[in-house]
């Protein structure tokens, strides 16, 4: 196993990512197009927050109602993407190493981190990420 590879060599990059003024139902579209699980938020280039498909499931909640279907679209609709997303996210380093962010996931409750430079978003990085090259090792 290679002791400091950064986390650039499995990070997602490009990644996808919504502007925080944006609609939520674009969150929610890209979550079904692209068939991932987090977002990161910019203003401009800047990142200000992350969403998760969680943080999406905990909002819509029609269908465990009858005669409900409109309720998550309403819902999508009032919210913004500022007040459902994690505001201030920590974020990593595309320099830092794989061991140093497995850390982070195995200490805190985090699934996923952008991968910032300076302030520029350059991917993001997940539990899967890491664990699938914890597989390729063996």
């Known amino acids: 196993m290679k002791k400091r590879e950064p986390i650039s060599s499995i990070m997602t990059s490009p990644v996808y990512a919504v502007q925080e003024n944006e609609p939520l139902q674009n969150v929610v579209s890209l979550f079904r197009k692209h068939k991932i699980r987090h977002i990161p938020v ?8 992350i969403l998760s498909r969680t943080d999406i499931n905990r909002l819509t909640f029609g269908a465990l109602f009858e005669n409900q279907e409109g309720a998550d679209e309403a819902v999508l609709e009032i919210l913004s993407i500022k007040q459902v997303m994690t505001a201030k996210p920590k974020v ?46 063996y």
């Open 42 to 49: 910019l203003a401009g280039k800047k990142i200000t927050g």
């Open 92 to 137: 990593v380093s595309s320099t830092d190493s794989i061991r140093d962010v497995a850390v982070i996931f195995a200490t805190e409750e985090f699934h996923a981190l952008p991968v910032v430079d300076g302030e520029e978003l350059r991917g993001i990085v997940t539990t899967t990420d890491v664990i699938k090259y914890m597989l390729d090792q």
